[in-house]
Each structure stands twice: as structure tokens, then as C-alpha cells.
């Protein structure tokens, strides 16, 4: 077996791994991150980027690429499918970035990848499948295959930020609880035939919510609410729906994406033990109405890179750093969490859509604005 040794083994190259070895490797700490994949995503999957995340990538140098390749939403309008109820501009945010960033996933792990490489150019092993960890007190081994071939780094930590199925998260045996909603969605991503352009519409008729986010490359997104899981989504099935609901028709639009996906919220009872420490999904998962999961992400990453950096100046404080990291997190994803119930609620079938239309309208016609916005927007999670 081929071994190799590295400060900090990151598990899981997405978004989050990618930024967290951003963050390390700026900050002069050594890192190395094991993807089983051989390509970046090729899809849009994930594409909202809050101004809190921006702020990130603006103190790292990101920021200007993601500008460059996304679509800033500085709008979004409250419809019931009849008419609009209210508008919220994210122009009146305090701040550089006063508005959420529409970037498909793909572009946003290729500019993370380009700049994690800029960095630290030997520093990613793609194709790498990771099958077993073994820790002593002073550091942790992560054993993985490669075209066959076995072999093993030795760290000082192991980083999982390898999803909500976490390898790393098992193999450390940190317990992951929460719970299954039985709300379920189908979304797909579509050429715009509306008349919205950069603005943001979530729709909350009778049935259920349909959001609708514009993408680059005169594209847009409709996430829709369903009654029931479907299985094998077709543009059909999601164009009926958006038809019905509130008459735009997408049945003869080019369409590059489709998908179903039910709603989760949980979290590792601890984000660190022993030399294995949790990230992004492999330590927590929200719903993902609203937007906010990688961000979530991003944040963490953020908070434990500047954790191990004065780890590394004071060994003897590492307890207390992991662990503030762990708490300042948990805070985090707890207020995150409430804010994504919220949303689903919001979205709900509704028996009285009456209720839903005042409370909408007081909510976006009132003081209570200034509140919606931070929510919207993820301000004021720390």
C-alpha cells in the first residue's frame, strides 16, 4: 500500500470540500482532499449564493469570478397565480452584495476547483474511493483506492465534507438523527418564455408553491410543490403543474434539467471526534427551500479553517477551538433550520389560501419587511 502524509485529508471535493481547502490553504495550513469523482458536476443542482457567502469569497478572491458567472437577483415578487401580492427588493441590504447570486453548480465548483488549484496545485486526488479510517491519539489514517490500487494518507485530522451519507461520518460512528418531512417537490430547469427577467417569483396558489429563479444563458428554474413523491419526473408532469397553477406553459421549451427530491432536516450529534472532524452535509442538512444548504456550508467552512490555523499556532487549545466550532455552527444551522420549516409551511396546499394571501400581503406591505429580508437573504445567522 502507497502511503502519503498530509497536515488535513479532506474528504469529499464539492463545493464545500473545495472551499474549505480554499480557506486552509490561504491561511498557510496543508491539505489534501480525496474526490471520488473524475469530473467537477456537470448540472446546475445548487445555484443560490447569499450575500453572506459572497462576502466569503470576496475575503478569499472568488468573488469577481462568481459576478462574472452569474445572474444577481436583486427582486422577488409574491404571486398567488392570479395576481401579485407584494415585491421585496434586496437592493435596500446594507452592503456590497445586495442581492442573492443565481450560479449553477457546475460553474461554482469550477471556479472553486480553478482557484483550490491555483493554491495548492497537488493538493486534489480525484478518483479517489475512500474505504476505511483508523485513528490513534496523535493522528488518523484514510485508506482509499485509486485504478485499483490501494493506498493511505496519514493527518492529523480528516475532514468529512463527503454529504448527508457521510463514509467518514460512519467510520468515526458520530451518531446523525433528525427527520424525513413528507414534503416532496420536482424542479427542472427551463428557457424563459416569461417576462420576469432577473427577478425572482415564488408562487403560493391554492395547490401548492412554485418558485421560479432565473438562471445564466436566458434559462430559469420552477421548483413545484407535489402531493406525493414522483419517482420518474418528466417535463411533462412538471409543465402540467406550472400550466395549471398559474398558466405559464413550458411543454415546448428546451429544458436541461429534471428532478425530484423529498426534504430532510439533520444534524450529527457532534461536528468532531477524536482526529475526524464534519462539514457542509456530512455534519448537517436543511431544507433545501429558501436556499441555503451550501451556504450553510460555506459558512462552516469558513469557521473551522480559522479554527485550525489557530490550532496550528496553539496546539494546546484545540479542544477549545473544535469546540467552538462546533457550538458556533450548531447555533447557525438551528436558525437556518426554523427559517427553512418556515418557508415549507408558507408553501403548503392550502385549504383557506385567504390567510396565506393577508398574511403575505402584511408580511411585504408593512415594517415586517425589513425582517423578510434578512430571512431571505440568510443575514443575521452570526
Partial sequence: MKKNKSDITIVGGGPVGLFLGICLSKQGVDCTILEKRAEPVQDSRSLGIHPVSLELFEKTGLVNE??????SIKKGLAHNGKEVLGSINFDQLEGPFNFILACPQFYTERIL???FLELNPEGL?????VTGLHQTNEQVS???QKKGKEYCIISKYIIGCDGKNS????????LYGGEQYTDTYIMGDFDDNTSFEDQAVVFLPKQGLIESFPLPDNMRRWVVKTDSYIDSPTTNILADFVKQRVGTDLKLLKNTMISSFGVQSFSAENYFKDRVILCGDAAHVVSPIGGQGMNLGWIGASILANALSKIKMNPEKETELLSEYQKQQKKIVKKASRRAEWNMRMGRKQIFPYFRKILVQ???????KKIALKVFTMKGLY
Fill in 66 to 71: 462568481f459576478l462574472e458567472q452569474g445572474i
Fill in 113 to 115: 476547483l480553478n482557484k
Fill in 125 to 129: 486526488i480525484t478518483g479517489a474511493n
Fill in 142 to 144: 484514510c485508506r482509499y
Fill in 167 to 174: 463514509l467518514v461520518r460512519k467510520e468515526a460512528d458520530i
Fill in 362 to 368: 402584511l408580511i411585504l406591505k408593512t415594517p415586517l
